[in-house]
């Protein structure tokens, strides 16, 4: 079943972005989300019989449906994710209060396999991952630092496929964790997130320059936001909804849609969501947004049994 949910935006100069919900195979929360193509992963995850999916969901917008990819050899969540020349690579993550994976995995979408790949250098959850050039930047995170000691780090290491390597490149200005890491316009921006803590949130948005090994800072957003949607279309990134309250205090997800142009380094805040939302990530498939399963209550596992579409982008 397919239900219309219309949002107006909120600035007379933007269009206005309509909403259809549609199901998902099973609901589910703090899930990662790998765009290939016409196609989205769903991977992983809080579902409501399981704090550690395995499962691997794929949406192909072309045919509007469905199918299974081959689980993840173990499950969990709050992976670090990235896709790219026909293959999805997750590193670290975590399940239940055991200590963070580490390891790291790339699944080959034609051969429908998953390898096993070198381990990171740390175990770490909640950190992120973006594919540029051929490689894999695997970036910051809440890593185990001693026994029983995690921190967030500021570590940034580039994963090479073709040798099973990995190096390091420039810190993180500062370490954090349920932040958005996005490949785009020949840079990685990293955009919010938390350091350490819920009430740390962060506004940040760090530039690295891959030529030059180096991270500026750009524009911060218009407000704090962890736990957010993100996406790269046409020289802007959206960074859609979030977490909200503290680890104690629940509150409803944020529903706002801001909208970061890249060459004139400004934001804007272009619409709302039909309800708040974190706990998932977005991808643009065909021209539309996508937002698969998350929760609309900051911190809960309570995961939502739909997939926002949105209409088509064509005014961005």
């Not at 937002?291 to 900051?298: E, F, M, N, R, Y």
Request: glycine share 12%; aromatic share 10%.
């Amino acid at each position: 079943m397919v239900v219309a949910l219309i949002i107006p935006a909120m600035l007379a100069a933007a269009p206005a972005l309509r909403w259809q919900s549609t199901e998902l195979p099973v609901a589910r929360t703090e899930v990662q989300v790998a765009q290939l193509g016409t196609r989205l992963y769903v991977i992983g995850g809080y579902s409501a019989t399981s704090d550690c999916e395995a499962r691997v969901d794929v949406f192909d917008a072309a045919k509007n449906a469905w199918s299974s990819a081959p689980p993840l050899p173990h499950g969990g969540n709050h992976f670090a994710v990235a896709a790219g020349d026909g293959k999805v690579y997750v590193f670290g993550g975590g399940c239940g209060t055991a200590d963070s994976y580490d390891t790291a995995y790339s699944l080959d979408v034609h051969a429908k396999s998953w390898t096993v790949l070198k381990p990171p250098p740390l175990r770490c959850g909640a950190g992120s991952a973006t594919f540029f050039a051929g490689k894999v930047h695997v970036v910051s995170g809440s890593c185990k630092v001693g026994p029983g000691i995690y921190q967030d780090v500021t570590t940034h290491w580039v994963y090479d496929p073709s040798s099973n390597t990995y190096a390091t490149a420039a810190p993180l200005p500062e370490g954090r964790n349920h932040y958005c890491l996005i490949t785009a316009s020949g840079h990685i921006y990293a955009i919010g997130g938390r350091h350490e803590v819920k009430t740390n949130e962060r506004a940040n948005v760090d530039i690295y320059d891959p030529a030059a090994d180096r991270w500026t800072a750009g524009a911060p957003m218009p407000a704090k936001r962890s736990g957010a949607a993100c996406v790269a279309y046409k020289g802007k990134i959206f960074v859609i909804g979030g977490d909200a309250g503290t680890e104690t205090t629940p509150a409803p997800a944020h529903d706002d849609i801001f909208v970061y142009d890249l060459a004139a380094n400004k934001w804007s805040r272009d619409g709302v969501l039909p309800y708040g939302l974190h706990g998932t990530d977005a991808a643009i498939l065909l021209g539309r947004l996508y937002l698969p399963g998350g929760s609309v209550i900051g911190g809960h596992k309570r995961p939502a049994h739909t997939m926002l579409v949105s209409t088509p982008l064509s005014g961005f």
